[in-house]
C-alpha cells in the first residue's frame, strides 16, 4: 500500500468524521416484544465489541508508523476507532430507548480484548477484521429479523462503515504480510482461517436465537462468512497487489 493508497483512505475516513453516516429521527421506532426478547442479549453483546477505546491498536500504530515512517497510517486507524466508538453509541442509544439490558463484560468480548492485547499490529488487524467481516454477517441478519424501521437502518448504516473497514484492513493486511519473509506465508494464512472459522462458529453458536430466525442454519451462517472472507481476505493471484507498505518520499 502505497502513500496515494493511505491518502485516499484518509480522505474517506475524514469525510465521514466530517459526515457521519446517522439513522434519520423520522423512521418508526416500534420493537415488539417478542422481537426485543430475541435479540436483547445478542445485540448487547455485539455493542459492547463496539466500545472500544483502541488504546493497543493505536499504540501497535503508533509504533509501526514511526518505524516505517508510514503517512497517515495513525490518523486513519483514530477515525476508524471513533466510527466504532459511533457504532456502540448508536446501538446504545436504540437500546437505552427500548429499555434493553447493556452488558459490561461478555466471554466472547474479553477473549477478542486478551489476543488483541497480545498483538502486534499484524496481528491485531488480523483479529479484527475477523470481527468485522462477521459482524457484517451478524448486522444482517440483525436486520431481518425485525420490523422496527429505526432499527433496520442502523444494521444498514453499521454495515455500511463496516464494508469500508475491511476493505481498508483487508489491503493493509495484505500489505503488512507481503513484508514478512515469504515461506511463513502460507502458514500465517492458514492459522488465520482456521481463527476465523472458529470464530464464525463460536459466533453462530452464542447467538443462534437470532441467525436461526433470520433464516441461517449453523452451515449457512458459516458458509456467509466463509464466502465474505474469501472474497476480502484469501488472497488470490493477481487481484490484489500484494507490496509492503510504503514510506513517504
Ligand atoms: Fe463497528
Ligand atoms: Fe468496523
Known amino acids: 500500500m502505497g502513500a496515494g493508497e493511505l491518502e485516499i483512505w ?10 457521519p453516516r446517522c439513522v434519520p429521527h423520522r423512521l418508526s421506532d416500534v420493537l415488539k416484544a417478542d422481537e ?6 445478542s445485540m448487547a453483546t455485539f455493542q459492547l465489541g463496539e466500545q472500544s477505546q483502541g488504546r493497543t491498536l493505536l499504540r501497535a500504530t503508533e509504533r509501526f508508523a514511526q518505524q516505517k515512517h508510514v503517512p497517515h497510517l495513525l490518523r486513519i486507524i483514530e477515525l476508524l476507532i471513533r466510527e466504532e466508538q459511533r457504532h456502540a453509541s448508536q ?28 498483538a502486534g499490529l499484524q496481528l491485531y488487524v488480523s483479529v479484527l477484521i475477523c470481527a468485522e467481516l462477521i459482524g457484517i454477517a451478524y448486522y444482517r441478519a440483525l436486520e431481518s429479523v425485525t420490523d422496527c424501521e429505526r432499527l433496520r437502518v442502523l444494521c444498514r448504516t453499521i454495515v455500511c462503515d463496516e464494508l469500508a473497514h475491511v476493505g481498508f484492513e483487508s489491503q493493509l493486511l495484505f500489505s ?63 487481484r490484489i497487489p500484494t507490496q509492503p507498505l510504503k514510506a513517504s518520499a
Request: glycine share 4%.
Open 91 to 118: 446501538l446504545r442509544a436504540f437500546m437505552q430507548d427500548h429499555r434493553m439490558p447493556l452488558k459490561r463484560t461478555d466471554w466472547t468480548d474479553r477473549i477478542f480484548r486478551l489476543v488483541r492485547r497480545m
Open 36 to 41: 426485543c426478547e430475541l435479540i436483547a442479549s
Open 10 to 19: 484518509l480522505n474517506h475516513f475524514e469525510h465521514h468524521a466530517r459526515h
Open 176 to 238: 503488512l504480510r507481503a513484508g514478512r519473509a515469504a515461506g511463513l506465508q502460507p502458514l500465517t494464512r492458514l492459522a488465520h482461517r482456521i481463527f476465523f472459522a472458529t470464530i464464525a462458529a463460536v459466533v453462530w453458536l452464542t447467538h443462534r436465537s437470532v441467525l436461526r430466525k433470520a433464516g441461517h442454519s449453523g452451515r449457512s451462517f458459516l458458509r456467509s462468512c466463509r464466502d465474505q472472507y474469501q472474497f476480502y481476505v484469501a488472497p488470490v493471484a493477481g
